[in-house]
């Protein structure tokens, strides 16, 4: 058997296709493929805008500074994400403060949200951690009494529901991002979204994606058709459309791809549930996971032997990653000032947890062979302890 990574792209024929005709046209870049994207994707979340980035990171930069996220402005996070949804702040000046998670999801913790608020605080960005939707109506109440925007980092999160909603529908927020990159749900090789309901963020979305650059709205009279203005300090975010044509053709394989993260997760639980060594995801009542991870958390008398665990299942050729090392504990978080024991419960995650693999490609076969593995390597380690 070939080793298995912990998530992969699904690319089929008719997606090598669909870019093989972009390539034989005139326009690669600019053309219309990306606001076909746009319009697929809005339809698909439920959204009324969507915008489309050369990255998530990309999209997370520009929805941060639509929302109007400025030097010196406070935003809520949580430690337990990919670097990126922080970092997008930092781009703007602005400081992130981290709210710890709950040692169950993962998720941010909504019952700590409202001490961390002062009158700095610009914007939450809740991070749907492994697809499983954190508690919006919470965060949403909390924006609306405090003023605050949100923002949904939902680049795990495409496919999710949240009491029977689509994530991406913006009822509970001001915007949610998503990702295309090959570990997602749908790819683009690079890529990212952004989809809101409301159209001055979508005008500043679109600007900001390309130099903040118009032909609309002159401050100036026309000097003719060549005629343009730059309004804001804008950037080069655009998706090409070669990468749109290969997102459009993903996207119509989502809902089979979420079903399918869905019955693998399925599989896994049913062999895994009431295990001695790690707890599995559970999804709570109001959620329906898109199920981008699979993460497990290694129980206590285990848990500090994950190296270990790690290295014998990389032995196995069973790729295996670990989401995530908590951001403030980076070598750059640390130099600006934040320290350990910020979140405990963060911290603790980030020793339990292991992600196992978990994409649609999986077959059966594969998923028989990680169950087996996986059951293997944790008996072994009990036969230690005896
Ligand atoms: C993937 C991801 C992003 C964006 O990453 P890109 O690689 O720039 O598309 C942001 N936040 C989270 C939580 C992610 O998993």
Redesign the pocket.
């Known amino acids: 058997m070939n080793s298995i990574p912990y998530s992969r792209q699904w690319i089929d024929e008719d997606d090598i296709k669909a870019v093989e005709s972009v390539l034989r046209t005139d326009l690669i870049t600019q053309g219309s493929k990306p606001q076909e994207f746009e319009r697929d994707l809005a339809g698909y979340c439920g959204g009324k805008y969507c915008v489309v980035f050369n990255?998530?990171?990309?999209a997370?930069h520009a929805a941060y500074f639509a929302c109007g996220l400025e030097r010196n402005d406070e935003f809520i996070t949580s430690p337990v994400?990919?670097v990126?949804?922080s970092n997008a702040g930092l781009y703007l000046g602005a400081q992130p403060v981290f709210v710890d998670v709950d040692g169950d999801t993962g998720n941010i913790d909504v019952s700590k949200i409202e001490e961390k608020i002062t009158e700095r605080t610009k914007l939450i960005v809740p991070?749907h951690y492994s697809g499983h939707p954190v508690d919006m109506e919470k965060i949403f109440n909390l924006a609306q009494k405090y003023g605050i925007s949100v923002i949904e980092?939902a680049?795990?999160a495409l496919g999710a529901r949240y009491k029977g909603d689509k994530i991406g529908q913006c009822n509970l927020s001001d915007m949610a991002?998503l990702?295309?990159?090959p570990v997602?749900h749908v790819t683009t090789g690079?890529?990212?979204a952004v989809v809101t309901n409301n159209e001055s963020y979508y005008q500043k979305l679109l600007m900001f994606r390309s130099h903040g650059v118009t032909k609309e709205n002159l401050m100036n009279k026309s000097e003719g058709d060549w005629y343009y203005e730059m309004h804001s300090l804008g950037y080069n975010y655009r998706m090409t459309d070669i990468q749109a044509a290969l997102g459009i053709s993903q996207l119509k394989k989502l809902d089979a791809f979420v079903e399918r993260r869905r019955r693998v997760a399925k599989a896994y639980n049913k062999v895994f549930k009431d295990n001695p060594y790690f707890d599995i995801p559970q999804e709570r009542n109001y959620a329906g996971s898109s199920y981008h991870l699979y993460p497990i958390r290694i129980m206590d008398p285990y848990k500090n032997r994950k190296k270990e665990i790690f290295a014998m299942l990389k032995a196995k050729k069973l790729g295996v990653q670990v989401h995530y090392i908590p951001i403030y504990l980076q070598p750059y978080y640390q130099g600006l000032g934040y320290r350990k024991g910020l979140c405990p419960k963060a911290e603790d995650f980030y020793k339990r947890e292991l992600s196992i693999p978990l994409y649609p490609a999986l077959s059966d076969e594969e998923v028989e062979y990680v169950v087996k593995t996986i059951s293997n390597v944790f008996n072994t380690l009990q036969e230690d302890v005896h």
């Not at 990255?55 to 990309?58: A, L, P, Q, R, W």
């Open positions: 990255s998530g990171t990309s997370l994400s990919f990126a949804s991070i980092d680049c795990h991002v990702s295309f990159h997602k690079e890529g990212g």
